[in-house]
């Protein structure tokens, strides 16, 4: 479900992409009125597909407690005009955690400085003690992200079936 997700998401944004290719040839050129346009179209694709991605997501806590009844359409509809109400709510459960660790990797690591990085060697050391830390961090952060949208689901969709059968 989630890769069905992701692929109505962002296909409108990479057929562009690809076009923008074959038009260019793959060659980068200086800014060109048509190519600032092209970047425009794929800027405002790209946070569309944010847009449709958040609107749909309620569809993974249905398929993971076999509400296999819920449909893309049906989803649309329930979530319309709560687009931003999603973002800032996984914003809100997602960001803080990962600030968290972000401060948690400076404080423990601090900055590389030029000579550790050419000199010493020892960058390459901590860029991978701080992607372990990340990893760890993130398998924590992610049942957060899954509640939130547990309870979104539980919002949009039970919620109204509660209702319709209390009438």
Request: proline residues 5%; hydrophobic residues 60%; aromatic residues 12%.
């Amino acid at each position: 479900m989630g890769l069905a997700i992701c692929l109505i998401a962002a296909l409108p944004a990479v057929l562009l992409f690809l076009l923008g290719l074959l038009l260019t040839g793959g060659v980068a050129t200086l800014p060109t009125f048509k190519t600032v346009g092209f970047i425009a179209l794929f800027v405002i694709l790209y946070v569309a597909a944010i847009a449709v991605m958040l609107r749909l997501t309620a569809l993974l806590p249905a398929r993971a407690v076999g509400d296999l009844g819920l449909t893309f359409g049906e989803t649309w509809r329930r979530t319309r005009g709560n687009t931003w109400r999603l973002f800032w709510g996984l914003l809100i459960c997602i960001l803080p955690p990962l600030l968290v660790m972000q401060i948690a990797t400076l404080v423990l690591l601090g900055f590389p400085s030029p000579a550790e990085a050419f000199a010493g060697g020892t960058l390459p050391v901590r860029f991978a003690i701080i992607h372990a830390m990340s990893l760890d961090w993130y398998l924590l952060v992610t049942p957060i992200g899954i509640g939130f949208l547990s309870l979104s689901y539980l919002h949009f969709f039970e919620r109204a079936r509660i209702n319709v059968r209390d009438d």
